[in-house]
């Protein structure tokens, strides 16, 4: 019997985007004028882009904005973002178990897969422009065993679709905060993922 799978986060899970994306929205905020605080954006980090930008722009600039931060965050990617320490070990564990490693995230799912590739790493499924229910949703639909993230809606979308919520805490959110969204275990980097998922596959 071939093992379930297991979801991946992508942003602050697998991978370090954060100066990818803050130089991003501090381009749309040049071009366009409008202030963006950076510690708004990293306390919400993980949502939709279109849902960060509506906390900044009102609905008829959304589009512009998602544009002018999608054309920089393609050049930005590359020399900005970096491997999480254990990630390359967490996704090799789940294939090493036969089952398959599916990152659900809230990326586009270009910039999803450039990220992963720019960092060397392969995930045999990316499910994009998910977030929150919609991840919940994702995993109940694929069987997945476990959810891997470093967001309170993370740990709840596991929670909703029944599985084991796995924080990892290498984001803006403690192990408290992700305990409290239903995190079953934290872990303070994915170096302690082979290990966990030994014990909680059946």
Avoid: N
């Amino acid at each position: 019997m071939t093992p379930a799978p297991v979801g991946f986060d992508l942003d602050m899970t697998l991978i370090d985007s954060q100066r990818a994306i803050l130089a991003s929205f501090a381009a749309v905020a040049a071009e366009t004028g409008v202030r963006i605080e950076p510690e708004g954006v990293l306390s919400r980090l993980g949502i939709k882009l279109q849902d960060e930008l509506a906390h900044w722009f009102p609905p008829a600039g959304i589009d512009d904005a998602v544009r002018i931060y999608r054309a920089h965050y393609l050049l930005l990617l590359g020399p900005c973002t970096t491997v999480l320490p254990g990630a390359a070990e967490a996704l090799a564990a789940v294939r090493a178990a036969g089952a398959r490693a599916v990152v659900i995230t809230a990326k586009a799912e270009l910039p999803a897969r450039l990220s992963l590739d720019g960092v060397g790493l392969r995930a045999d499924e990316i499910v994009a422009d998910a977030h929150g229910p919609e991840k919940a949703a994702v995993l109940t639909l694929i069987g997945a065993v476990a959810y891997v993230g470093d967001t309170p809606a993370d740990m709840a979308a596991a929670v909703t679709a029944g599985i084991h919520p796995v924080g990892v805490a290498t984001g803006s959110f403690g192990e408290a905060e992700l305990r409290a969204a239903g995190a079953a275990d934290v872990l303070s980097s994915l170096a302690d993922f082979p290990a966990l998922y030994r014990k909680i596959i059946p």
